[in-house]
């Protein structure tokens, strides 16, 4: 991805490895702009379910009760969470009606990359649901 806002967004996520505290709140503003973003408008509704998906997997990397089994991956992710919450990049999030369309480009992509995993992590998400039913 030729996007230099998403670089910087892949090298701040790098940085994070081995912080869990600061992974920890790049989830809480995950979990908070996905509740304050207009998730009706064309295209969009479907990225909600795989944003929160995206969050769960993080959380539940980073509490140890699923491994995420790829490095580059979980940056990858991470880096997706940090461009998202950033309201200022390519298309700053300000510019009403086209300012977030950068942002569920980069996530379409990231979740392209890592739907294998996103998948995993969903049936096992799954299977303990049921299992603690």
Known sequence: MQNPFFKLAL???AR????PGRIARIIAQLVTKISVVDWSVEGRTHLK???????????????????IKSTKLLVGLLAACIYFINPFDLVPDLLVGVGLVDDMAILAWVFSTAGTELQAFKEWENRATSVSL
């Open 49 to 67: 379910a795989r944003v929160s998906l995206m969050g769960r997997l993080l959380k539940a990397n980073l509490t140890g009760a699923y491994r």
């Open 16 to 19: 994070l490895l081995g912080k």
């Open 11 to 13: 090298d701040q996520a």
